[in-house]
């Protein structure tokens, strides 16, 4: 079975979508949210917010 996976920009159009993912309970004390990562980014002149994508429609990347 071959899977459609693409990493896109995060965008207007889609930062929500990637905010609201939420961390497995065994992940919280070693990463931050996707928001806190996607606030962080907005100050880091250097980051380029990516996210991993599986089976949604190119309209939301």
Excluded at 25 to 37: G, K
Aim: aromatic share 4%; net charge negative; proline share 0%.
């Amino acid at each position: 079975m071959s899977a459609d996976i693409r990493l896109v920009s995060v965008t207007g159009a889609n930062r929500a979508l990637v905010a609201a993912l939420e961390l497995a309970a065994d992940q919280m004390d070693f990463v931050a949210s996707n928001a806190e990562s996607l606030d962080e980014a907005e100050t880091d002149g250097d980051a380029r917010a990516r996210s991993s994508w599986q089976g949604i429609a190119s309209s939301v990347s």
